[in-house]
T-cell receptor, first 113, second 115 residues
Framework: GENVGLHLPTLSVQEGDNSIINCAYSNSASDYFIWYKQESGKGPQFIIDIRSNMDKRQGQRVTVLLNKTVKHLSLQIAATQPGDSAVYFCAENIWGGSEKLVFGKGTKLTVNP | ETGVTQTPRHLVMGMTNKKSLKCEQHLGHNAMYWYKQSAKKPLELMFVYNFKEQTENNSVPSRFSPECPNSSHLFLHLHTLQPEDSALYLC??????????????FGNGTRLTVT
């Protein structure tokens, strides 16, 4: 069934440390994955995406890893800053009759100065 | 500035009121979406429009009525809502070709409170 979930609902890190946010998905046919950041009072903001024919993609201070064998997605944030404090969502693109994007519940990241 | 603008940002309405939420995108996209975000729940897809045509209604109650006059504008008309409809309503847009083509771009939402 459709199930995009997160291993931890909250994550607290020290400023300057690296952060890793995890996401499990259940549909092995999903072909596209996206990470979003949502700050308080704002809508989800696109961070980085990855297609199923890749296992790693890097952006500015962020890296997404995709492990299709265990259906696991992770977001790594290097040198975490207070401005990174937000809720992070993963989403998977599923084909099942119609194409749709299914979101996880989110992980709240708190960066301590 | 997200390229997707939603108004109003906050709305309080009684159960007998009629109100509308507005969304406008300046990204040249052809697909527009309404999502509902409730506390501690994943984003729930409500409606999808592609080139002004509704292509998805995710079993949404008829007290929510969408309207898409053109590819840049999307409305959500509300009437006789229930308190459990209180939530953040998010509009999004994307390029044509489906949700696998590229990421959705979201507005900052309308925080709706039904009293």
């Amino acid at each position: 069934g459709e199930n995009v979930g997160l291993h931890l609902p909250t994550l607290s890190v020290q400023e300057g440390d690296n952060s890793i946010i995890n996401c499990a998905y259940s549909n092995s046919a999903s072909d596209y994955f996206i990470w979003y950041k949502q700050e308080s009072g704002k809508g989800p903001q696109f961070i980085i995406d990855i297609r199923s024919n890749m296992d790693k993609r890097q952006g500015q201070r962020v890296t997404v890893l995709l492990n299709k064998t265990v259906k696991h997605l992770s977001l790594q944030i290097a040198a975490t800053q207070p401005g990174d404090s937000a809720v992070y969502f993963c989403a998977e693109n599923i084909w099942g009759g119609s194409e749709k994007l299914v979101f996880g519940k989110g992980t709240k990241l708190t960066v301590n100065p | 500035e997200t390229g997707v603008t939603q108004t109003p940002r906050h709305l309080v309405m009684g159960m007998t009121n009629k109100k509308s939420l507005k969304c406008e995108q300046h990204l040249g996209h052809n697909a527009m979406y309404w999502y509902k975000q409730s506390a501690k729940k994943p984003l729930e897809l409500m409606f999808v429009y592609n080139f002004k045509e509704q292509t998805e209604n995710n079993s949404v109650p008829s007290r929510f009525s969408p309207e898409c006059p053109n590819s840049s504008h999307l409305f959500l008309h509300l009437h006789t809502l229930q308190p459990e409809d209180s939530a953040l309503y998010l509009c999004a847009s994307s390029p044509p070709g489906g949700t696998g083509t590229g990421p959705l771009h979201f507005g900052n939402g309308t925080r709706l409170t039904v009293t």
